[in-house]
């Protein structure tokens, strides 16, 4: 499967070295490297968007066209140039999540952590049915955090996405919700193949992906989020099984309470 260039050109401009170089900002924390993000993406977005609407336009014109119509090897021409155009639509939709990202807090609300992610399962187990997909969870009662509630399940359904998808959609995910201290512990491990070092080295870097089709936003959004929950997220390979998620965030105690 073809990438859409701009997809390509994300990937292929960010080399090594160039993550070597910019290691330093690539770990920073602070609002001002979020905001950064956040407008780049924004402003990539904004431009992006309206030369392909003039070209989808024009690919419109041209399907009405009678020679378009009736000349097979130009109608498939067409119908890749509309399928390309749909992938960059996506990456622009992905590039206005990760502008929007830490824009949440304006929503923020106690979150009930147990109902999100058993909204989140109820999804995923019923779209591949437990012959294929396999949950084992440990989850403790009466965990609450405060954040925005839309993006911290964004969050989950990404994380789990990404375990389904390294597995290739069969095997089992174990899931680990808890206490410790004054934080909440959520781990999602998988039983995929794990990730190679170099890649975990760069997993959450805006536009940094392995996937022939992806653009390399989904993390860096999911980062950004529990970040702005005054949390932390990391990923490693877990000793017997694959890829592990590790987030922390504060517990809040004020579970009543509603922003």
């Known amino acids: 499967m073809n ?15 160039t ?38 336009g024009f690919i419109q014109m041209m399907e009405r066209e009678p020679v378009i119509q009736t000349d097979d090897k130009l109608s498939t021409y067409i119908s890749i140039m509309k399928d390309e155009s749909k ?6 939709e992905e590039l206005l999540n990760l502008s929007h990202a830490n824009k949440g807090i304006e929503n923020f609300s106690i979150i009930d952590v147990r109902k999100s992610l058993e909204k ?8 591949y049915g437990e012959d294929r997909l396999l949950f084992k969870t440990k989850i403790e009662d009466s965990i609450y955090v405060m ?5 911290f399940e964004r969050t989950l359904i990404n994380m789990i996405k990404n375990a389904v998808e390294a597995m290739n959609g069969k095997g089992t995910i174990f ?45 860096s959004i999911c980062k950004t989020i529990v970040e702005s929950m005054q949390g932390t997220i990391s990923i490693s390979n877990h000793i017997k099984y694959g890829a592990e998620v590790l987030i922390s965030l504060p517990e809040s105690k004020h579970a009543s309470y509603k922003s």
């Open 175 to 219: 899931i680990e919700l808890e206490k410790l201290d004054s934080n909440v512990i959520l781990k999602i491990i998988d039983s995929g193949p794990g990730i190679s070092e170099k890649d975990l080295e760069h997993i959450f870097y805006p536009f940094y992906t392995t996937k022939d089709d992806g653009t390399g936003i989904g993390l």
């Open 87 to 92: 992938r960059i639509e996506l990456l622009i």
């Open 3 to 17: 990438l859409p260039f701009f997809s390509r050109f994300l990937k292929t401009k960010h080399t090594s070295s």
């Open 19 to 56: 993550f070597q170089q910019e290691s330093t900002s690539t770990n920073a924390k602070s609002d001002d490297y979020h905001k950064s993000i956040g407008k780049m993406s924004a402003f990539f977005a904004h431009e992006i968007r309206n030369p392909l609407t003039t070209i989808n």
């Open 120 to 127: 989140v399962l109820y999804v995923f187990r019923n779209q």
């Open 147 to 151: 954040g925005n509630e839309s993006g």
